[in-house]
């Protein structure tokens, strides 16, 4: 039996935050079964998820992204838009769809946020890690 592959996806804004998701992510996924895949921004990762869900190559596909608050209303629908797609793409396709995209009420480009936020994404990537171990086991009870 070959094991089982996952899809992630990074956002490439704030990418030296939202690669630490993917540290995370290995830390319980060995990197040798994860397919790692960049898009420009979040707005962006719904559609390749949905795409890379529906290839049937993958047990589930995670997606990560930090979408900021830059002083204007368009982070309201971004994340919004993002986590709607993401969820869309898990249930149209049946494969699980992991979010580690992340919306700060209060982010600033300053090395203490920086810090605290490469941190948390450790932690949200070892829990997307998590859930696709978890979601797998069960779906695998399921159909047993």
Known sequence: MTPARYAFIKANWHADIVSRALDGFHELIPAAQVDVFDVPGAFEMPLLARDLAASGRYAAVAAAALVVDGGI???DFVAQAVV???MRAGLDTGVPVLSVSLTPHNFQETDHHRDIFRAHFVQKGREAAQ???MIGKARAALAA
């Open 84 to 86: 709607d797609g993401l």
């Open 73 to 75: 209303y368009r982070h």
């Open 131 to 133: 859930a696709a171990l």
